[in-house]
């Protein structure tokens, strides 16, 4: 990839640098959007398995993965201690990510596309993807399926090619806001960063019986500013969502979709139609008996039950 930090050699350097002690953490993605990333290693010993790449949805950072709102340990560390080297970015421009004046323009594909540098520096891995960065795994596997071992989808955001082309019309996206199949859209001026209020949070991804509400402040200090094309482009308005060519580049991939029942914006027809698509498997968590999950289920009261489910499956597919 022309545009990545280090070129031929990166590889080779990031993984002699982490086989040592030192560091934790570095830097990847490409010279036009770096990205931070956080490295949690397996107990010296662990069996070495498939490493994980977890990566967060919009307004969020890697700390969602590290640890929960009311300080248990997080997906990252359980994901380890069952034997896995997880690496945990940041977008481009979102937390420790450097930032840049243009960041009301950065895409998804920008993201996507420092991401696959990510995977070309560590090797094949399993993605865990949350909500808008599930068009960014989509579209990963159809260009880079050799680096790309399996996906987990965490109430993933569909490819633009199952959601319907928005107008550029704000009053025309506003009374689409309660229509799930649209994905409860919101228009967003690219001019500057999106600030997402606590009280968008409350409705949007801290709603569920199963979120810590206890720790509702704290996690708030958690969400950060949004690029609005990124949002506009999660909800293929204007027809600029991140499509990919045939879903049948995708379907001898282990995939897996994982839904809760109390997901605003993703009822159990909308992901099952993005499971259908890309031949996924769709685990809607009542039906194994999991109720009360909602759209943050990486930080819920139950998550490392969620986090057992989904290295049992990862295991399940020789991943």
């Known amino acids: 990839m022309a545009d990545r930090m280090d070129g031929a050699p990166a590889r080779r350097k990031v993984m002699n640098a982490l086989d040592g002690h030192e560091p934790r953490c570095f830097y990847s993605g490409t010279q036009t959007h770096p990205i931070y990333v956080d490295h949690v290693r397996p107990p010296h010993g662990a069996p070495g398995k498939i490493p994980v790449v977890a990566v967060h949805g919009a307004g969020h950072?890697?700390?969602?993965?590290?640890?929960?709102?009311?300080?248990?340990?997080?997906?990252?560390?359980?994901?380890?201690?069952?034997?896995?080297?997880?690496?945990?970015p940041d977008w481009p421009r979102h937390g420790?990510?450097?930032?840049?004046?243009?960041?009301?323009?950065?895409?998804?594909?920008?993201?996507?596309?420092?991401?696959?540098?990510?995977?070309?520096?560590?090797?094949?891995a399993a993605l865990v993807v949350h909500s808008a960065s599930g068009p960014m795994a989509w579209w990963m596997t159809e260009r880079r399926p050799e680096l790309v071992s399996a996906v987990v989808g965490i109430a993933p955001g569909p490819p633009a090619n199952l959601l319907k082309d928005l107008p550029e019309d704000p009053a025309a996206i506003l009374a689409l806001r309660d229509d799930a199949s649209a994905g409860r859209p919101v228009y967003a001026t690219e001019d500057g960063p999106v600030w997402l209020s606590a009280e968008f949070a409350a409705a949007s991804w801290a709603n569920s019986p199963r979120f810590p509400r206890l720790a509702f402040e704290r996690y708030c200090a958690s969400i950060v500013p949004e690029s609005p094309r990124i949002l506009n482009e999660r909800f293929n308005i204007g027809g600029r969502g991140?499509?990919?060519?045939?879903?049948?580049?995708?379907?001898?991939?282990?995939i897996l979709i994982v839904t809760g029942e109390c997901d605003p914006r993703h009822p159990r027809a909308v992901d099952a139609r993005t499971a259908a698509y890309l031949g996924a498997e769709f685990v809607w968590l009542p039906d194994r008996g999991i109720n009360g999950n909602g759209h943050m289920m990486m930080i819920e009261d139950n998550s490392d039950e969620l986090a057992a489910m989904i290295l049992g499956w990862l295991d399940a597919v020789n991943c």
């Open 61 to 88: 950072t890697g700390s969602c993965y590290l640890a929960t709102p009311d300080l248990r340990a997080g997906w990252a560390v359980r994901f380890a201690a069952a034997g896995r080297d997880v690496f945990v």
């Open 242 to 254: 991140l499509r990919i060519d045939d879903p049948n580049n995708l379907r001898g991939k282990p």
């Open 96 to 124: 420790r990510s450097p930032q840049r004046p243009d960041f009301p323009r950065l895409g998804t594909a920008d993201v996507a596309t420092s991401l696959l540098a990510l995977l070309e520096e560590i090797g094949p």
